[in-house]
């Protein structure tokens, strides 16, 4: 059982295409950019998968096989009814305890989720999930201004008090043993076309 909060966010998302911000063309350059890291059938996990929409993504581009983690029993759901054979176990459950053994991933995959826990624990506990020299890829908000307005403020203050800028994310992810490759802002159009576009039609 969620809490209201929670509860309300998986019902307004119900049904759509992603739950969160983000943009397929650009998903799958960034999964290019990371195969020459990766082993031949790369074992990923996809941390608050949603609907696995990026999971299907992954196995597409990357192959190997993908443990997509959701704690919101209808997205595992949708999931499960998209998933005719390809190598993705679907996982209902929280991504900080998806049950995987240590060390054993290739590469952590997460959009728009780690904000959920707090980053800086996402972080720590994907980090013991990774095989020596394996890859995490997430997005997730950050500030651009080092002043928002206070109304924006207030927004984040109760959306996700941790919320940081790209440089305080990258320096945490280095405090915990990350070494730090790259990182990219969404352009606008992965809001809008592929979330709040279909979000207003519902
Ligand atoms: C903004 S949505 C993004 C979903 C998906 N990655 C996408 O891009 O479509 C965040 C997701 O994280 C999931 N989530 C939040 N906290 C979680 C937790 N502790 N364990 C597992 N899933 C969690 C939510 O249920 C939701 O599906």
Known sequence: MHDP??????????GLPRKGPGDDALSRQ???????LLPANPKMADMGCGNGHTSFLLIE???????AVDFA?????????????????P?????LKPGLEPE??????????????????????????????GVLVFSDAVWFTPDP?????AFWEKADPNICSVGDNINRAERLGYRFLAAQTLPQAAWWASYYGPMQDT
């Open 5 to 14: 909060f929670i509860q309300a966010l998986i019902d307004i998302h119900r």
């Open 104 to 133: 054993s991933l290739d590469l952590i995959w997460s959009e728009g989720a780690a904000f959920a826990v707090g980053i800086e624990n996402a972080l720590n506990h994907w980090l013991s999930l990774l095989k020596p020299g």
């Open 61 to 67: 581009v990357l192959g190997g096989h993908v443990t």
């Open 91 to 95: 996982v209902l459950g929280d991504m």
């Open 149 to 153: 307005t206070a109304e924006v403020s």
């Open 73 to 89: 029993e209808p997205f595992i759901d949708e999931l499960k009814r998209r998933l005719t054979d390809e190598p993705i176990t």
């Open 30 to 36: 960034w999964m290019v950019h990371v195969s020459p």
